[in-house]
C-alpha cells in the first residue's frame, strides 16, 4: 500500500494535493531529529517535498542568507531522512528562477547548472539547485527514484498574501484590495515591463501528483503553461477582475527583477500531451474570490 506524505501541507501547493497525510509547521525541518521525527510517525513510501522558505522578490533581495541556510538545511535533511526511512519515491520542487540568468532561451532542463542565476534571488536559487544534486548523488550511489519538477511562477488559494515578502500576484490582489476598500491609489512596483510565467496551484498540484507515480527521470521536468504576460498585463487584469476604478502607480523606485525566464514545456507536453492547463483569468477570479472569502484567515 503506497502512503504519501506532503510536507508544507498546508501551504500553496500543498493544500491542493490530494492525500491524507500532509503536515505544516509541527516539524521544523531545519533541524534533522524533528525530520526524522516526522518520518518516523508517518511512514511514509512516497513524499511531495513542497515546504521550503519563499517569497518574492522582496523577500529574496532582503533576506538572501535566511533564503539559502533554511532551504539548503530542508532540503537535504528532507530528502536525506527519507532515505534513511525506506521512502521510494520523492519529488522535489525547484523553480525556474534557479535557471541562469544570460543564457540563451527558451529555458530547458538541461541548462540548469550553466551559470550564475539572478543577482535577487542566487541564494535561492543555489539552494535549489543543489537539491537537484543531492537527488543525482542519491540516485546514483543508493538506486534511489528521487526525482525533482521546475513550476514557473505559482500563484493560487493559500498563497502568503503579505504586503513585503509576497509574490507578485497575492502582493498585488492585497494591495489592490487595500485600494478598493480604503480609496486610495494602487501602487505597483517597478516598471511593469518583467515578463513573468504563471501556473495555477492546483494545476501544480495534479502534476506533482503525476510525477510521484509516473515521471521517473534523473533530469528535472519543467511544470509550465509556457504563456509569458507583462507585469502592465497582470495589472490590466487583476483591475479588471476587481472593477478598480482609481489610480493605478507604478513605483519605479522599487526593484523590476529579472526581466524575463521564459521556459519550454515541450518535455512536459511529451508526456502529457493533452494536460490542460487552467487559463490566467480563471485562476485569478478564482484566487481573488478565495481571497476575499478568507480575508480574516489568509496568511498575509
Ligand atoms: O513574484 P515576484 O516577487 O518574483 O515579482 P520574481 C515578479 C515581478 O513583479 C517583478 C513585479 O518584476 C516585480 O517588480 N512587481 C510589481 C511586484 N509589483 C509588485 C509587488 O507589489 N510585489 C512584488 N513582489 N512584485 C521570484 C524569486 O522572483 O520568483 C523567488 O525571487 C521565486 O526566488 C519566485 O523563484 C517564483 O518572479 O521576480
Redesign the pocket.
Known sequence: MSKLLVTGGNGLVGSSINSNYKVGREYNLINFEDTQKMFEKYKPTQVIHCAGK?????G?INYKGEYFYDNIMINTNVIESARRNGVEKLVAFL???VFPDNIEYPLIESKIHLGEPHN??YP??YSKRMADIQIRAYREQYGLNYVSVIPT??YGPNDNFSLTH????P??IH?LYQSQQNNTDFI???SGK?L?EFIYSKDVAKLSEWAVNNYNELEPIIFSPSYEIS?MDLVELLVKEFNFKGKVIFDKT?????YRKPSDNSKLKSYLPNFKFTSIEDGIKETVTWFIENYENTRK
Open positions: 519563499v517569497g518574492g522578490l522582496g529574496n523553480s525556474t528562477c535577487s534571488n535561492y536559487a511562477n505559482i509576497g509574490h507578485v500576484m502582493m498585488l494591495k505597483v512596483w517597478g518583467p513573468r507585469m522599487k526593484p523590476d527583477g529579472q
